[in-house]
């Protein structure tokens, strides 16, 4: 590392997180990387969350963290928290942190060489299915370029998640990127997918520096409400007409219809036919695409050909296979 190292604002958006946030504030506390602007937006806890983060603060008086504490009057959401985070952050990158989880020591630390050493205006890595006894790596594919990473987001080869990328902060302020307030469904998806258009230079470090948490293997199932999928329908559709307003979308506009089902897939990682049926109806007109992807998995291909051909059995049989055998016993 250079003698002047860049700042990193990291983002935590907290709302009831005391069962899970003393882990994830270890994991900062423990980085190898200490130039950090820590911005906690308490989002109208109602637990003892804002006690744990003052004890946080009290703890590492020493450390050479800048440390801002938001608080909300009133919940308003993560997609709003996420903004207040970017509105008062003043690092060289952004990186956000979920409370539910952790990161690596030396996470930080590899993110900033890498970044710095590439001139790369984004980041992406791997991570860690983490359960109480046992963690699963899970792999990024290797993306070369903005547009490579953008098709392979829209098709379901490569995720999205916030957490998955370390990110200048021009980036956000200059092409006045922003999540939508009450949005807070797939809120990462349309933010991450403009990032990456608007970026001159992406990289990818092969080294799994997150831990998503999963409390139990129940949390790999997506049980999705009514407010969920509209929430997520209006991410879509402000995506679709970014796409469409600008001179670049077209690049991007014909793999749409993948991208609906991509989003609606997790409605089928679970055991209730009522998910299955909200799959069948959100969206439908892309139903007839179920197999026609061969970029993704035959497992999912097969999955969305059984929710559009209602073959509800073989759903249920993968839930069990899957879930309650392969996560359940062996990953638990």
Do not use: C
């Amino acid at each position: 590392m250079t003698l002047t190292k860049p700042m990193v604002s990291i983002i935590i958006p907290i709302y009831n997180a005391e069962k899970s946030l003393d882990r994830s504030l270890d994991s900062l506390n423990n980085q190898t990387y200490d130039t950090l602007e820590l911005i906690f937006i308490n989002d109208a806890s109602s637990d003892t969350s804002p006690v744990i983060i003052k004890d946080f603060i009290e703890g590492n008086r020493d450390k050479n963290f800048e440390i801002k504490v938001i608080n909300h009057e009133q919940n308003k959401g993560v997609a709003a928290a996420r903004n207040t985070g970017l509105d008062v952050a003043i690092g060289e990158y952004v990186y956000f942190l979920d409370a539910d989880d952790w990161i690596e020591p030396d996470a930080i630390e590899l993110m900033v060489k890498e970044a710095m050493s590439t001139d790369a205006d984004i980041v992406g890595f791997n991570w860690w299915l983490s359960y109480k006894k046992n963690e699963r790596n899970m792999k990024q594919p290797v993306f070369l370029n903005s547009i490579l990473a953008i098709e392979w987001m829209m098709i379901g080869k490569m995720r999205w998640n916030l957490w998955l990328f370390l990110v200048k902060r021009d980036l956000y302020d200059v092409n006045s990127i922003r999540f939508i307030p009450g949005m807070d469904m797939g809120e990462d998806m349309a933010v991450m997918i403009k990032l990456f258009i608007y970026a001159d230079k992406v990289t990818y470090l092969d080294k799994a520096l997150y831990h998503y948490g999963q409390s139990n293997t129940e949390s790999l199932t997506k049980v999705y409400s009514d407010k969920h999928i509209e929430e997520v329908t209006y991410n879509t559709k402000e995506l679709e007409g970014f796409f469409l307003s600008n001179e670049f979308g077209g690049n991007f506009i014909s793999l749409i219809n993948y991208l609906k089902l991509n989003i609606k897939l997790p409605l089928l990682i679970s055991n209730q036919s009522s998910q299955y049926n909200r799959w069948r109806s959100w969206f439908a007109e892309v139903n007839h695409l179920a197999t026609a992807n061969k970029d993704v998995s035959l497992r999912i291909r097969i999955l969305q050909w059984a929710a559009a051909n209602k073959q509800d059995w073989v759903l249920k049989l993968h839930y069990y296979l899957v879930i309650k055998i392969m996560y359940g016993v062996i990953y638990k």
